[in-house]
Every structure is written in structure tokens, then in C-alpha cells.
Antibody, heavy 120, light 107 residues
Framework: QVQLKESGPGLVQPSQTLSLTCTVS????????VHWVRQHSGKSLEWMGR???????SYNSAFTSRLSISRDTSKSQVFLKMNSLQTEDTGTYYC??????????????WGPGTMVTVSS | DIQMTQSPASLSASLGETVSIECLAS??????LAWYQQKPGKSPQLLIY???SLQDGVPSRFSGSESGTQYSLEINSLQPEDEGDYFC?????????FGAGTKLELK
């Protein structure tokens, strides 16, 4: 069945770089896009970026140039790298599969999320 | 970015009741809206897409509708497992954006 699972460090120091991995199973990264979405403890959800099935990427301009998404299709993994972390980047980070319905951006399967705390 | 104004922020209802959650888009999104349910400690789950299409496996007591730029999620005959947070999300314009969420509690 379709599964996604995020992994990465739970604690990152301010100004450092966050590296997260999303490992997927039950579908191919060359057939489905994968998104990164984060959620602050106050519950709002924020879309961060997308790895398209053809290897292209899209990013939320709110993250300017500090966000990078890549993948390794042989390992069924999508990676998120974000630098210059600040305390406001604390939250739960999810990877989610794009729901292949026309050209719409909906998210039909989500990983359990990984909590990231930015603190010294 | 398109702003999604969701209301109410929280509501409390009894078993068997019908509740409605609203999302107002800052501009026309032409039905490109999804609803998600998030149970405590879990990740969001897709309930409805394209404003009123029920995702596979979602109970028929959930339904979506629209009127202009206002979108509604209705839950009929509330069940204990319906407790949680609900979010709307627009997918008409880049970047996709979410409403602030509604916390549904059962009395």
C-alpha cells in the first residue's frame, strides 16, 4: 500500500541547515509528485515545495532561496534541505503525495510527519 | 497568494448533529478546493476534492458545496471519530494555500 515516511534530526540549531528525507513505498516517484508541507504548533499548514514526477521542482517563494528539494528514484526518496533556520521554522514537517486528478494540487497520502525544533 | 478565511475556529456539537464549516476564498478559485481532516497526533487526510467530490473510503455523511467564493463542508450525523481539526485548501493558484483550521469537539 501507499506509504510515506519522513526522517531527520529532531533538533537543529539556529542558522544551521535542516535535512529531511521522505521515503516512499507503494508508488513510483516517476509517476507521482511529492510535496513538502509544514505545520506550526498553532496548527496552520504551509505548502513548501514540490518534486514533480519528471524531476522538476517548484517552491513557495516564502522560503526564497533557502529551500532545496531533490530525489533519488532508485531509493524512492525525496529530500528537503533548508538553510538559515530560525526559531519560527519549528514545527512538524510532512511529505505528501500529489493526488493525480487533472492538474490539481491535492494531497492524498501523507507521511506521519517529523517534528523539528530549532533551538540552541 | 490566495487567502482562505476559515470559520468557525472551533465548534462543539453533539453526537448525531449536523455541522457546517466554511471557507471564504479571497478570489474566485473555480471549485478548486479540498477539505482535510486531521485527528489528534495524526497527519491530515483528504476528505473532499474539487469542492464536492468525495475521496475513496470517506463516509457519505461528509459533503462539500460552494456558493460563489464561499465553500462549505457539512458533516451529517456526527460520530465520535469525527472529532479533530478540519482544513480547507485551494489549488487554483500557485502556491496552494490552506485555511487556518476548525477544531471540532464532541460534547
Amino acid at each position: 500500500q501507499v506509504q510515506l515516511k519522513e526522517s531527520g534530526p529532531g533538533l537543529v540549531q539556529p542558522s544551521q541547515t535542516l535535512s529531511l528525507t521522505c521515503t516512499v513505498s507503494g508508488f513510483s516517484l516517476t509517476s507521482y509528485s511529492v510535496h513538502w508541507v509544514r505545520q506550526h504548533s498553532g496548527k496552520s499548514l504551509e505548502w513548501m515545495g514540490r518534486m514533480w514526477s519528471d524531476g522538476d521542482t517548484s517552491y513557495n517563494s516564502a522560503f526564497t532561496s533557502r529551500l532545496s528539494i531533490s530525489r533519488d528514484t532508485s531509493k524512492s526518496q525525496v529530500f528537503l534541505k533548508m538553510n538559515s533556520l530560525q526559531t519560527e521554522d519549528t514545527g512538524t514537517y510532512y511529505c505528501a503525495r500529489n493526488f493525480n486528478y487533472g492538474s490539481y494540487w491535492y494531497f492524498d497520502f501523507w507521511g506521519p510527519g517529523t517534528m523539528v525544533t530549532v533551538s540552541s | 497568494d490566495i487567502q482562505m478565511t476559515q470559520s468557525p475556529a472551533s465548534l462543539s456539537a453533539s453526537l448525531g448533529e449536523t455541522v457546517s464549516i466554511e471557507c471564504l476564498a479571497s478570489e474566485d478559485i473555480y471549485s478548486n478546493l479540498a477539505w482535510y481532516q486531521q485527528k489528534p497526533g495524526k497527519s491530515p487526510q483528504l476528505l473532499i476534492y474539487y469542492a464536492s467530490s468525495l475521496q475513496d473510503g470517506v463516509p457519505s455523511r461528509f459533503s462539500g458545496s460552494e456558493s460563489g467564493t464561499q465553500y462549505s463542508l457539512e458533516i451529517n450525523s456526527l460520530q465520535p471519530e469525527d472529532e479533530g481539526d478540519y482544513f480547507c485548501q485551494q489549488s487554483y493558484k500557485f502556491p496552494p494555500t490552506f485555511g487556518a483550521g476548525t477544531k471540532l469537539e464532541l460534547k
